[in-house]
């Protein structure tokens, strides 16, 4: 039988097709030959990857639980009346990218000089399948602190981080620029709970402080858990403003691809 030639591939038209190649797809890409692996593991092509398959455009304004903390009637605060000038949650809010991802209020991307694309690109990666499973037609994840009652949505965040241990209540508290109001008695625990399943085929499953809902596909969420188990491991759960106000920012955070930190941004009712 006659052996057929491999038609070769111009690299620029392979860093176009790999553009359209969810994220673990272009990792096995990689593994083909040594050329494939050095276009697509390049800045460059990483750069474009990103732009492509993220928005990083900011929010004009600010959704989901950032709302709920700018907006004076959709919390309660213990330390002022409504009207108070020092009622308030951040001194300078932290903002959105129009990919979901939650991020530093002075983090600006242009202007991060060690950005390496490839990493950042891991991250948002990592953070697009956890929003994903919190989606109500997939697992719809919500988030159970300390006491909490009632939903805890379930968001994501990212920023840049150099040490080897991961954040500090005291550091989140900086960094975030909570009220320090806030800062007195901060939660801060390390422990990984291990999974809990109820059910056979469909049922509810959790992990740590992260739960499905009652009726999902319990292969699946197990699935989704132990992929997040290997990535969050070791972890660190930090809620912020207990007997402060309500509800209380609550973050699930570890060192998702070198140089940043990011997880789960969340709220928790306390009583």
């Not at 190649?21 to 990857?49: A, N």
């Not at 399943?197 to 509810?204: L, N, Y």
């Not at 992929?227 to 570890?254: A, D, K, Y």
Request: charged share 20%; proline share 7%; hydrophobic share 40%.
């Amino acid at each position: 039988m006659a052996s057929r030639e491999v038609p070769i591939l111009l690299p620029e038209l392979i860093q176009k097709i790999a553009l359209f190649l969810p994220f673990p797809d272009v990792s096995r890409c990689m593994q083909v030959c040594k050329l494939w692996k050095e276009l697509l593991s390049s800045e460059q092509f990483y750069k474009r990857y990103v732009l492509s398959h993220f928005n990083l455009e900011l929010e004009e304004q600010p959704s989901g639980l950032l709302n709920m903390w700018t907006d004076p009637d959709t919390w309660f605060c213990y330390w002022a009346r409504r009207g108070d000038p020092n009622y308030w949650v951040f001194a300078d809010p932290p903002k959105r990218w129009k990919c979901g991802v939650v991020h530093l209020a002075e983090y600006e991307l242009e202007t991060h000089c060690e950005l390496r694309y490839k990493d950042f690109c891991s991250a948002l990666y990592i953070l697009s399948r956890i929003q994903k499973a919190a989606e109500p037609e997939e697992l719809r994840l919500d988030c159970m602190m300390w006491g909490n009652e009632g939903v805890g949505l379930i968001e994501t965040c990212l920023f840049p981080w150099s040490k080897d241990s991961l954040p500090s209540a005291q550091d989140m508290m900086s960094m975030f620029h909570f009220n320090p109001e806030m800062h007195k008695n901060p939660m801060e625990k390390t422990d990984i709970r291990g999974m809990k399943v109820e059910g056979d085929v469909r049922g509810h499953v959790s992990w740590n402080t992260l739960h499905t809902s009652y009726d999902v596909d319990i292969r699946k969420a197990c699935s989704f858990f132990e992929w997040l188990q290997q990535i969050f491991s070791p972890c660190v759960r930090i809620g912020i403003g207990l007997e402060s106000m309500n509800p209380i920012p609550c973050f699930i955070l570890t060192h998702i691809a070198p140089g940043w930190v990011g997880g789960i941004l969340s709220c928790s009712t306390c009583t």
